[in-house]
């Protein structure tokens, strides 16, 4: 499909970024005329992908989290938020519910279960010591 509009964001690895994050593509997707739970959808999803960049990619320390984004003229979102953090070692555990790395927290371990019940489809691509890639797609509209 060919992409009728696209969006490129960086901000540092702070923990009050993450709303910034969800406002701004919550701003992105309005073109398309989301409804109320298909923009919370996707603003949530976002939040936890921004939330494992802070709290797991750079386990607190100073980074930098990268947003992209594409719109299709057929409604399809695509999300990708990367950070180039410790990376995940192995990303088919780390994607169960209730796995944390984050043991001196309290942490749920629900962050990527909670992604993929809000989204489409989601893709971790992760290398250890690079960074970590997460892809989110969610159709706007695709309920009518």
Same mark, same amino acid.
């Given at each position: 499909?060919?992409?009728?509009?696209?969006?490129?964001?960086? =901000?540092? *690895?702070?923990?009050?970024?993450? $709303? =910034?994050?969800?406002?701004? &593509?919550?701003?992105?997707?309005? #073109?398309?005329?989301?409804? &109320? *739970?298909?923009?919370?959808?996707?603003?949530?999803?976002? *939040?936890?992908? &921004?939330?494992?960049?802070? &709290?797991?990619?750079?386990?607190?320390?100073? @980074?930098?989290?990268?947003?992209?984004?594409?719109?299709?003229?057929? @409604?399809?979102?695509?999300? *990708?938020?990367?950070?180039? @953090?410790?990376?995940?070692?192995?990303?088919?555990?780390?994607?169960?519910?209730?796995?944390?790395?984050? $043991?001196?927290?309290?942490? $749920? @371990?629900?962050? =990527?279960?909670?992604?993929?019940? =809000?989204? #489409?489809?989601?893709?971790?691509?992760?290398?250890?010591?690079?960074?970590?890639?997460?892809?989110?797609?969610?159709?706007?509209?695709?309920?009518?």
């Amino acid at each position: 499909m060919k992409t009728m509009n696209e969006m490129k964001l960086n =901000f540092p *690895s702070k923990s009050r970024n993450e $709303a =910034f994050a969800r406002s701004a &593509v919550a701003a992105f997707v309005m #073109d398309l005329d989301p409804t &109320v *739970s298909e923009l919370s959808d996707i603003k949530t999803a976002v *939040s936890e992908a &921004v939330t494992n960049c802070i &709290v797991h990619g750079y386990r607190r320390q100073s @980074g930098t989290i990268y947003i992209t984004g594409k719109i299709s003229e057929d @409604g399809k979102v695509v999300l *990708s938020i990367r950070d180039r @953090g410790c990376g995940i070692e192995d990303v088919a555990r780390a994607m169960e519910p209730l796995f944390t790395t984050a $043991a001196d927290e309290e942490r $749920a @371990g629900l962050g =990527f279960a909670v992604m993929q019940s =809000f989204c #489409d489809k989601v893709r971790v691509r992760s290398t250890p010591g690079k960074g970590t890639t997460v892809t989110l797609e969610k159709r706007i509209g695709a309920d009518e």
